[in-house]
């Protein structure tokens, strides 16, 4: 049987961390991993995490299956979290995914149903994974200019002229905030402009919300996917608990699809379950049921709320310390785009040469198309940090 198959390529990021596993030197750096990390090096469980764990420990009385659209509370504090009102709930369905991949992978799914073999514009770049996650989903991938490697901010002119030619027929998906992997995020006037392209084309936005909180805020970093929901007749939103909660292994996200009106919001949700039950069956439960007690008491919330506050507030004091450090030693404002970005991620625009030479001469680990992990800079090592990038990029 096995004859017949080729290995495939599992993606890169996989054997950049074993790569660093691997690397015995003691001062080596970690730019590359996607998740949150501590001034420890860490990526802890979040003290709400904890103490709501406990509390389904102590409570919990089965284990025996969800049902299909599965933590409904979960859903609905998430929509609530993330849409804060601005659309009526009778057009809205919701299903859990198994992380903000799995959100995506039934989202897809529903809308290569819809449209076989249909266009969906995403961002160039973009979290890679969203291409295979489109073409498994009978989707046809195209692109949308996204980044001026000159500024490293969004190229919004370039990025329109694309996004205006789109048709009813056409899905655009959309990063939320915290664009992975630029760090350039669209402006609210620049939403406002996307949105008002959408209406005139009717092409339908997919947006991807993986990274609510790591911004400027969770009501701030909200502002686009509330602005499309709240103006356009339909569209969909995957949301992962994963990096905002810290429940990357748990799986928890949220498939959301918002309708004209209630009829046709209760036949997206009978295929998004169908998807489901075709697929996984159920999805996993536990990392959800952290979120709703978190999200459901007072107490617990505010706690998880101070501590995102505190990941988030850590992330952009690291970036304007070695963007400061950068033109404090080099005399150049080359890398103060690292301060305006938001978000975990910031793409650096060194060819992939220099990525290469950064790791192997001084231990610095980035993705190979020079996306650095903010939250992964040692804070006690700024400087020497500053002194590798700056002799790397010549
Ligand atoms: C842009 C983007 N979307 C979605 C995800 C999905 O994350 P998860 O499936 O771990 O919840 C990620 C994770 O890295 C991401 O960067």
Redesign the pocket.
Same mark, same amino acid.
């Given at each position: 049987m096995f004859e017949t198959l080729q290995k495939a390529t599992l993606d890169k990021i996989f054997v950049l961390m074993a790569e660093y596993a691997a690397d015995p030197r003691a001062n080596k750096i970690d730019l590359g991993v !996607?998740v949150y990390k501590d001034p420890q090096n860490n990526t802890p469980i979040m003290s709400a995490v904890r103490k709501a764990e406990q509390r389904i420990l102590d409570g919990a009385k089965t284990k025996t299956y969800k049902g299909v659209v599965g933590n409904k509370e979960f859903s609905a504090g998430i929509v609530d979290l993330a849409l804060g009102g601005v659309v009526d709930a009778t057009r809205i369905r919701t299903v859990n995914g198994a992380? $903000?991949? $799995?959100a995506?992978m039934i989202l897809m799914q529903v809308l290569g149903r819809a449209r076989p073999k249909g266009r969906i514009f995403i961002s160039d770049p973009t979290?890679p =994974?969203h291409i295979p996650l489109a073409e498994n989903a009978n989707l046809t991938v195209h692109y949308y200019p996204y980044f001026d490697p000159a500024t490293r901010q969004v190229d919004f002119g370039a990025m329109m002229k694309v996004v205006d030619t789109l048709t009813g027929d056409d899905v655009v998906l959309l990063?939320g905030c915290c664009h =992975?992997p630029t760090g350039a995020n669209l402006t609210p006037a620049q939403w406002d402009a996307v949105v008002e392209s959408l209406q005139r084309t009717g092409a339908f936005p997919l947006v991807?919300l +993986?990274y609510l909180g790591f911004g400027d805020g969770l009501v701030e970093d909200a502002y686009g996917v509330r602005k499309v929901a709240a103006s356009l007749p339909e569209c969909m939103i +995957?949301f992962?608990a994963?990096k905002n909660f810290g429940l990357?292994r748990e799986?928890a !996200?949220v498939a959301i699809a918002i309708a004209r009106d209630a009829a046709a919001a209760d036949v997206v949700s009978s295929q998004m379950q169908n998807i489901i039950r075709g697929t996984i069956s159920q999805t996993p439960d536990h990392g959800a049921e952290i979120v709703r007690v978190i999200l459901e008491d007072k107490a617990l919330r505010a706690e998880w709320e101070t501590e995102l506050t505190q990941m988030r507030e850590r992330m952009k004091r690291l970036r304007v310390k070695l963007a400061d450090a950068i033109r404090r030693k080099s005399n150049s404002k080359d890398f103060d785009f690292i301060a305006t970005h938001s978000g975990m991620f910031s793409l650096l625009g060194l060819p992939q040469s220099v990525v290469e030479k950064l790791k192997t001469e001084d231990g610095v680990y980035m993705i190979n198309d020079s996306r650095i992990n903010v939250a992964g800079i040692p804070e006690d090592r700024v400087d020497e940090l500053a002194d590798y990038l700056i002799a790397a990029a010549g």
């Open positions: !996607g992380g $903000g991949t $799995g995506l979290w =994974n990063h =992975n991807d +993986a +995957a992962s994963s990357y799986r !996200g």
